[in-house]
């Protein structure tokens, strides 16, 4: 509990409790309003470190990955997971800032949440014409969305996404489906050696 309220930005504080226990408390400010003067866009690099085979397996390792998030927190959240497992990212928090940011760099997979100026869906759709126009390869997509409805994750599939993740969703499944779509999308020259 300590280090997640941790990586979520609060410290975890122990007082003494009223029978004798104790009483852990934090904060977390998950309302924070996007103020207009902060960038759309947070570029975070993350150099290889050396981490167990359970935390960071060798095709994760390196991964490029674009997040592309509103919230804050879940963007937090993301990018902290990414930099256990040693990946590097960029954080967008509309669409246009990740198809500006997808224009002007390469990524392995591109982390597809909710964006305030167009649905999920239409958002895919907005990757994939970027692809064509650009002239590129298939970057493996996965939307993540709030509903378990299979219509909304059929219609992100039909759009093109490669995976959906429903909320919630464990850590280990969303490092799975990194893997899963990374393996197949790197070359081998780009995979990182065991």
Do not use: M, N
């Not at 997640?4 to 975890?12: D, I, K, N």
């Not at 490029?64 to 967008?92: K, N, P």
């Not at 760099?105 to 064509?132: C, K, Q, T, Y």
């Not at 390869?137 to 759009?159: E, F, G, K, Y």
């Amino acid at each position: 509990c300590h280090r997640l309220t941790e990586l979520l930005g609060s410290p975890l504080k122990l007082q003494p409790g009223d029978a004798g226990g104790v009483r852990a408390s934090f904060e977390l400010d998950l309302d924070r309003p996007q103020e207009e003067s902060t960038p759309s866009v947070q570029i975070v690099t993350v150099r290889e470190t050396t981490r167990s085979d359970e935390a960071c397996s060798a095709t994760t390792r390196g991964v490029r990955v674009l997040i592309c998030e509103d919230d804050r927190t879940s963007a937090r959240f993301l990018g902290t997971l990414l930099q256990h497992w040693t990946c590097s990212h960029r954080i967008a928090a509309t669409t246009h800032a990740a198809l500006k940011e997808f224009r002007a760099h390469e990524f392995d997979v591109v982390l597809l949440g909710a964006l305030p100026d167009l649905d999920s869906d239409r958002s895919v759709r907005e990757f994939r014409e970027a692809e064509e126009q650009l002239d590129r390869s298939r970057t493996p997509i996965i939307a993540i969305t709030a509903t378990p409805d299979p219509v909304i994750h059929d219609a992100l599939l039909a759009a093109g996404a490669d995976s959906v993740l429903s909320k919630p969703y464990r850590p280990r499944t969303l490092r799975e489906r990194l893997d899963e779509l990374t393996v197949t999308h790197r070359t081998p020259e780009e995979t990182p050696s065991s």
